[in-house]
């Protein structure tokens, strides 16, 4: 069963607007973590935010901030006033236990296009 | 300025050949991890690392390995390229499980 869902493949989004990127997850931890990962088409991988299953509030860093809502099992990515920069691979992942293995596991991904 | 370095960038080898991707990092983190990536998909597991001399296989099968000597390299090799071993290998270090991993800009293996 897939343990992270990113039902969107690609969205468009006006510069300056703010867009929202889906993901879900399932687990039955009540301990997890989750991340948001962006990946420009040159390949790396960068960290933008971090949510862990305990905290109280959404993270926000910066332009960006993560919808938690724990009883939907959702994470959502908001991204306000988006720049053509934005424009990239979007990865949502969870960080469950799993023996000793607190490996991240990721979605699918979403592919965003900012335009001008 | 990068604190994980992956070597070489992009690599074109012929079938049967044995290499060595490289990733070293900076940070004195003791967890390591290396995942594979077919373009615009999603990352898989393949290898990790809690520590020196500690090994493990992840979510995907994979038939290269890797070694931890030194807390800073983790290479992974291929005995024998195949075709069908042409992907993304991103390689990635972090601290604590709490915080995001540090991924290193990847290498494009390319075996024709």
């Known amino acids: 069963a897939q343990k992270i869902t990113q039902t969107q493949p690609g969205m468009f989004v006006q510069e300056k607007e703010a867009v929202t990127l889906d993901c879900t997850y399932d687990t039955s931890d009540p301990s997890y973590g989750l991340f948001w990962y962006k990946q420009p088409s040159s390949g790396e991988m960068i960290f933008l935010i971090y949510?862990?299953?305990?905290?109280?509030q959404n993270a926000t860093e910066g332009r960006y901030s993560l919808n938690f809502q724990k009883a939907r099992k959702s994470a959502n990515l908001v991204i306000s006033a988006s720049q053509l920069g934005d424009s990239a691979m979007y990865f949502c992942?969870?960080?469950?236990?799993?023996?000793?293995?607190?490996?991240?596991?990721f979605g699918s991904g979403t592919q965003l296009t900012v335009l001008p | 300025e990068a604190d994980i370095y992956q070597t070489p960038r992009y690599l074109v080898i012929g079938t049967g050949k044995k290499i060595t991707l490289e990733c070293s990092q900076t940070?004195?983190?003791?967890?390591m991890y290396w995942y594979q990536q077919d373009p615009g998909m999603e990352l898989h597991l393949i290898h990790y690392s809690y520590g020196v001399n500690s090994t493990e296989k992840g979510d995907l099968s994979s038939e290269s390995t890797v070694s931890r000597i030194r807390t800073e390299h983790f290479p992974l090799t291929l005995e024998s390229a195949r075709p069908s071993h042409t992907s993304q290998y991103l390689c990635?270090?972090?601290?604590?499980?709490?915080?995001?991993?540090?991924f290193g800009s990847g290498t494009r293996l390319t075996v024709v």
């Open positions: 949510q862990g299953s305990y905290d109280q």
């Open positions: 940070m004195g983190h003791d967890k």
């Open positions: 990635a270090s972090g601290l604590t499980e709490d915080y995001g991993y540090t």
């Open positions: 992942a969870m960080r469950e236990p799993s023996g000793s293995a607190r490996q991240l596991t």
